[in-house]
């Protein structure tokens, strides 16, 4: 059992940056891969970026690829998206997610979830 928990979420204006975490507890995460998504009302779960646990390889969705940076703490068990440049598009919940096992772009793919974080950017 993996227990997420995310943390940073909030309101900044278009073109701001926000920094959003992902703390980890329960088995250890050798074997797995840490991804974010995100959601807006009435659509579905969309993928933003995920890391591997072991070689920390990382893949990004074309909608934020130059824009978010995904990076691990192995010492405290944490994945880290720094999110640039925002924009009303990036408005949403963010969930992190976790699965053993290679990254994955499809949340069905994903075994553990967090309750996620609202982000709002106001122009």
């Known amino acids: 059992q993996v227990h997420l928990v995310e943390s940073g979420g909030g309101s900044v204006q278009a073109g701001g940056s926000l920094r959003l975490s992902c703390q980890a507890s329960?088995?250890?995460?050798?074997?797995?891969?840490l991804g974010w998504f995100r959601q807006t009302p009435g659509k579905e779960r969309e993928f933003v970026a995920s890391?591997?646990?072991?070689?920390?390889?990382?893949y990004y969705a074309d909608a934020v690829q130059g824009r978010f940076t995904l990076s691990r703490d192995i010492s405290k068990g944490a994945v880290h998206l720094q999110m640039n440049s925002l924009n009303a598009d990036d408005a949403a919940v963010y969930y992190c997610?976790?699965?053993?096992?290679?990254?994955?772009?499809?949340?069905?793919?994903?075994?553990?979830w967090g309750q996620g974080t609202q982000v709002a950017v106001s122009s």
């Open positions: 997610a976790a699965r053993r096992g290679w990254a994955d772009k499809r949340a069905l793919r994903y075994d553990y």
């Open positions: 329960g088995r250890t995460l050798e074997s797995h891969s």
């Open positions: 890391i591997t646990w072991s070689g920390g390889t990382t």
